[in-house]
């Protein structure tokens, strides 16, 4: 499953867009993103669990609200980490294609 996924533009004049599928339980995306540019949509597809959200926008949007600081980190990276955790944890039809030492560094584990 994609969670982090970055569309080609169609002309070499149009603004790259991207999205992020997030887990949405414990977050208020729509009050922590207000004025970003970003909409937040519940998705269908529910392979993270149901609580998944579709965070889309400008591919310098998202980038700049994923971003955080060592001790302060974004809430969308946050609710990024959440789902992704739910992915590696539970076995899925893309289990195969994780790779748990990188998960591990992405997620914060060491």
Aim: aromatic share 8%; hydrophobic share 35%; net charge negative.
């Amino acid at each position: 499953m994609e969670t982090f996924v970055v569309l080609k533009p169609e002309s070499d004049d149009d603004v790259p867009h991207a999205f992020v599928i997030v887990s949405g339980n414990g977050f208020n995306l729509e009050k922590d993103l207000e004025g970003s540019n970003l909409s937040v949509v519940p998705t269908e597809y529910q392979a993270g669990g149901d609580d998944q959200l579709n965070v889309e926008g400008s591919l310098a949007a998202v980038t700049c609200a994923l971003g955080g600081y060592p001790d302060h980190p974004s809430t969308l990276g946050l609710a990024a980490r959440k789902l992704s955790t739910e992915l590696i944890k539970h076995k899925t039809t893309y289990s195969r294609y994780h790779n748990r030492d990188l998960a591990s560094r992405v997620l914060g584990r060491y």
